[in-house]
């Protein structure tokens, strides 16, 4: 053999006369009843060989090895999987997958153009030899560009790309479609490859003048290009003192990679470099950090996989932030960063941070390569400009991984978790289920739990971190045996402090609470601990179930109820609060994905009661630290989701977590008169809430959840009025409460509801009341809007009701002439309240003036009045409703058809509460006769554009009239046309889960289309323009072909 130098690594198949056809890369078990011969012995171990071991070490162990072996280690030395391929052409796309959507910027990734000029059959005269993989790849002509070819090269080692090169100049992060083709072709059709041994193997069979006649013809051919570097060459061999003579052997480019070259993927780093600088330069814009956030996905991906490129590519990136030239400019402004960097490059910070968390987590990460990431990780540490974790100076430290320093920057947990292992007996027997129940129990009770469960006691944030690492490097299983682990921690944990405090419930209530339970909270964490837990078990691929009648979705509900649920201190800092409620938003949108069946309902009740009885240790307990997180969003959640199946404990909840303590005044220690109780704490020791007033709206939002869902109960109304009172601070979030109740009672049925009306009442009384050494323009606002709420709603609604009720006239003892005056006077005062307020008033005018002929038409022509101006579409519906109630057909008819010129209906709003009112005006106008019908259809196709809405209507008026001839035939029209809209405007930005649904709207296109002449003709048309013009959502519009022709 002859000896060779500058090897690469090696990894994938080349194909040679002895390959079989079942023998070829990428081919896997044969179809079912199809007999096949077992795969030989030489192909076994030549798979084995070409995956593991560089091809210099198998030469330097065999003297000789024969040329069919050689054959078989080439071949199998190619990349197996088109999963990498994919992945390393499409790092400027979230698509991970081979089947993405048809739609969108898919068709456009080179691994999707790689794929479309493989199946037109561009690629041509492919060669391997050795390990080097050749062809050309013909890109089509297109209008403006002719058509052009490219030569291309790639190198391989061990089933991996190593080297790339290619005719197209790319410059970019991704493999370019060319490179991609070629290496697809050499997959997927191994047996259509020329395979030749190594160019060394080949010169060592030709004698001297066979070795002159290949390298003066090679010249001739390429003289131009390689002339120069031939003489060079020719002139250092003849020279005996020259560098070349002083090595053993020649390099060969086709033989492999040597044992020092590193086995991984081709990457090229100064492109990473390149595109990150580029992208940080542009600011924190919404593109450059979508480019990044997908950037971070790709190494995720890359980590799951395991490939060894994914902690490379993270330290380029890393570098690229560390050089960022804002970082000094920002650090020389101010002491904190949070006052300058953007929301959005913080949270590329953290996720740069959780990142090296996952990397040097790594369970199979070797000892040397840990500690140059730590050596890493402190130089930019080091670095004065590096970002703080909470974007603070200084803070405490946490956890049992903290250390003494003050400064903790976004890389210090990483620094930390390098002192982290995988060797643990115990935990090693959670990731395997190696474990004797029973036996461990007895063995070890403080490991399980009562029932045989393993339990992993470590600081919580770093045991999901530990999770999140299993996860990322490819380890499913192993994390989610993890994660029920830690929730079953939790679980135990929890119970144990309900029943300490239990036991010292009465001490502690004497006693009050001065400082905070839980210090590190896990919500708006930076590892993301409950997120982490939740993901795990809610996105795992398993079906298995961790524990006899329990679910990964249960155990997920239960450790995100318990993790919002904890008490927590606020954080300092703007960043680090907003970070907590933008985590607990996220954590609340997953819940609210998951549909309550019986048994998560049964976790909600279970976690809901422990939270209510946990003392100090919950946020919805009874002691309360004045500088807790408030549960406010939380309990509405929790409140919404209760509320159908067991309201009293949805209401004990919203109204325990209404409470905002560090706005309260501190409280006497003995008393325990309130429902809860708070120690007072110096006004310096808690921090400043730069979000208070997001928290009080939050508070707002809560109340009025209580309130709505209250109505027409006297006296939980009054609870949660009593709880607002003396719970929420805020005069004008208070007025604003008070006006969405108003708005509330006024808007939901006929009538106003009273128990709400008088809430807003109240509610506005409050405002008055804490705002009386305050005069502005605000207050006297709220003092108009005040007057209108108590005289003209209570005028008409109550006064003048109570004042024409008989028992009002029995009590006051008057008689038929003081009675009538009464009355009068009584309808006089709704027609001035109608008449200013119309929208509030007029339907309860209309009501009392019912027995005055005269008085109930100036009424109705105050309804008319302001039908015209502002009065909205709902409130004249329902004033049509109770003309037709009484007897007053036209006079509904006409209100109906001024309330249908306020309504605008889309083409998307089949569901829209109004359409009921629309299709009861015109069986109204049905039942009047064919002129009202005629007069009020052209206001209906002027206000409806919903195609489904006008069909219906078309179907219940062709009884009466002729489609052929107006109106009806302009309703035909105009729904037809509503059809085609549609049809376009769904089909701009459809998803195949919609596909069924699109057919089934095209049926009932078909059925009105059908109801004109020459429909058949007509929809025809219509049909052929969709494929047309959407020809390229084949899978659609075959369906369309399948039902429609």
Not at 58 to 69: K, N
Not at 425 to 437: C, R
Not at 958 to 984: G, V
Request: aromatic share 6%; net charge neutral; proline share 4%.
């Amino acid at each position: 053999m002859a000896e060779r130098a500058a090897k690469r690594l090696c990894c994938r198949p080349g194909y040679g006369s002895t390959c079989r056809p079942d023998q070829q890369a990428g081919v896997g078990a044969s179809s079912a009843g199809i007999m096949q011969s077992p795969e030989s012995l030489l192909d076994v171990a030549a798979r084995r060989v070409a995956e593991k071991w560089p091809f210099q070490r198998v030469e330097e162990r065999f003297e000789r090895i024969p040329e069919p072996v050689q054959r078989r280690i080439v071949y199998w030395s190619f990349p197996r999987s088109e999963r990498e391929i994919c992945m390393y052409s499409s790092f400027g796309s979230g698509a991970g997958d081979l089947g993405g959507p048809e739609s969108g910027d898919e068709p456009r990734l080179p691994f999707r153009r790689g794929v479309a000029f493989l199946d037109g059959g561009c690629v041509d005269h492919v060669l391997q030899v050795g390990f080097h993989l050749s062809g050309t790849v013909r890109e089509p002509a297109t209008p403006s560009e002719p058509e052009l070819l490219r030569k291309v090269s790639v190198s391989f080692d061990r089933c991996k790309i190593t080297a790339v090169t290619c005719g197209c100049g790319n410059k970019d992060i991704s493999y370019c479609a060319h490179v991609v083709a070629l290496a697809l072709y050499r997959l997927r059709s191994p047996e259509r490859v020329e395979l030749r041994l190594p160019i060394s193997e080949t010169l060592l069979q030709m004698n001297r003048d066979q070795l002159q006649k290949l390298v003066q013809y090679l010249i001739t051919v390429h003289h131009t290009e390689v002339l120069p570097t031939a003489q060079k060459l020719a002139d250092d061999i003849l020279s005996q003192n020259s560098e070349i003579n002083q090595v053993h052997g020649a390099p060969d480019p086709t033989a492999g990679a040597s044992v020092d070259d590193d086995n991984c993927w081709h990457l090229d780093e100064a492109q990473v470099q390149e595109q990150v600088k580029h992208l940080l330069s542009q600011g924190g814009h919404h593109g450059p950090g979508k480019q990044l956030n997908l950037l971070f996905s790709k190494m995720r991906e890359m980590l799951k996989m395991r490939d060894s490129n994914g902690a490379r590519m993270l330290t380029l990136i890393t570098e690229q932030f560390m050089g960022d030239p804002r970082l000094a400019l920002w650090r020389q402004q101010r002491p904190t960063m949070t006052s300058t960097m953007t929301d959005k490059y913080r949270q590329l910070w953290n996720e740069l941070g959780a990142l090296w968390m996952c990397v040097v987590l790594n369970p199979h990460c070797k000892a040397e390569q840990k500690s140059r990431w730590l050596k890493q990780l402190r130089r930019w540490n080091g670095v004065d400009v590096c970002p703080l974790e909470d974007g603070n100076q200084g803070g405490g430290q946490l956890g049992n991984l903290s250390r003494d320093s003050p400064r903790r920057t976004v890389f210090t947990r990483a620094m930390e978790a390098c002192d982290l292992h995988w060797q643990d007996p115990h935990l090693q027997h959670i990731l395997t289920e190696d474990h004797d129940a029973e036996r461990c129990c007895l063995d070890h009770p403080d490991l399980f739990d009562g029932r045989g469960r393993p339990l992993w006691r470590e600081h919580v944030p770093t045991a999901c971190a530990r999770v999140d690492a299993l996860r990322a490097h490819g380890y499913p299983k192993e994390a989610l045996r993890l994660a029920v682990a830690v929730v079953n921690t939790l679980r135990k944990e929890q119970h144990k402090e309900l029943q300490q405090f239990r036991s010292l419930k009465k001490e502690e209530l004497h006693k009050g609470m001065t400082s905070i339970t839980n210090l590190e909270g896990w919500v708006g964490h930076p590892l993301d601990p409950v997120g982490t837990l939740f993901s795990t078990l809610t996105e795992t691929e398993t079906d298995a179930v961790p524990d006899e009648g329990e679910t990964p979705a249960a155990l997920a509900v239960e450790v995100a109820l318990l993790g919002l649920g904890q008490q927590r201190a606020m954080p300092d800092g703007l960043y680090a609060q907003e970070k907590v409620f933008r985590n607990e938003e996220q954590l609340l949108a997953k819940l609210q994905q998951l549909e309550l069946d019986d048994a998560l309902l049964n976790v909600f009740r279970k976690q809901a009661a422990i939270l209510l009885e946990a003392g100090p240790y919950s946020g919805l307990g009874e002691l309360l630290y004045r500088e807790s997180v408030p549960m406010h969003a939380f309990a509405k959640y929790l409140f919404s989701s209760l509320l159908p199946h067991d309201a009293e404990l949805a209401y004990k909840i919203a109204l325990r977590a209404i409470r905002l303590p560090v706005l309260e005044s501190s409280v006497a220690s003995g008393d325990l008169s309130r429902s809860h109780h708070m120690a007072s704490v110096a006004a310096n020791r808690y921090p400043r809430w730069f979000t208070l007033s997001h928290i009080e709206s939050q508070q707002c939002e809560l109340a009025s959840a209580m309130l709505t869902a209250a109505k027409g109960d006297a006296y939980k109304l009054q609870t949660v009025l009593e709880s607002i009172q003396k719970n929420i601070h805020s005069s004008s979030h208070i007025f604003k409460l008070a006006q969405d109740v108003f708005k509330i009672a006024t808007t939901m049925g006929d009538l106003p509801d009273l128990t709400l009306l008088k809430v807003s009442l109240e509610l506005g009384l409050q405002v008055m009341r804490m705002t009386l050494s305050t005069v502005d323009r605000q207050r006297r606002k709220m003092v108009c809007w005040l007057v209108t709420c108590a005289t003209e709603v209570e005028a008409t609604s109550v006064v003048a009701s109570s004042v024409l009720s008989n028992g009002a006239v029995a009590r006051l003892h008057v008689d038929s002439r003081q009675q009538e005056n009464l009355a009068n006077s009584a309808r006089a005062l709704a027609l001035q309240c109608a008449a200013k307020d119309p929208q509030n008033c007029a339907l309860s005018a209309l009501t009392l003036c019912e027995k005055d002929r005269a008085a109930f038409e100036m009424a109705y022509q105050i309804v008319l009045d302001a039908a015209s101006a502002d009065m909205s579409y709902m409130k004249l519906f329902t004033i049509a409703h109770y003309m037709e109630e009484r007897g007053y057909p036209m006079k509904a008819y006409k209100l109906a058809t001024l309330a249908m010129t306020h309504l605008n209906l889309s083409y998307n709003q089949d569901l829209h509460p109004a359409i009921g009112d629309v299709l009861w005006a015109c069986a109204l106008s049905h039942s009047l006769g064919k002129n009202e019908l005629a007069a009020v259809i052209p206001v209906v196709v002027k206000s409806v554009k919903c195609a489904t809405v006008l069909s219906d209507i078309l179907r219940r008026c062709a009884k009466l009239m002729s489609l052929d001839k107006a109106p009806l035939r302009i309703l035909l029209d105009a729904a037809i046309a509503a059809y085609i809209d549609t049809a376009h405007s769904r089909l701009t930005h459809i998803s195949p889960r919609h596909y069924g649904e699109f057919i089934d709207f095209l049926s009932k296109a078909r059925e009105t289309f059908l109801m004109a002449h020459h429909s058949h003709v007509q929809f025809t048309q219509f049909i052929e323009n969709l494929k047309q013009i959407y020809k390229g959502k084949k899978k659609l519009m075959l369906l369309v072909r399948e039902h429609f022709g």
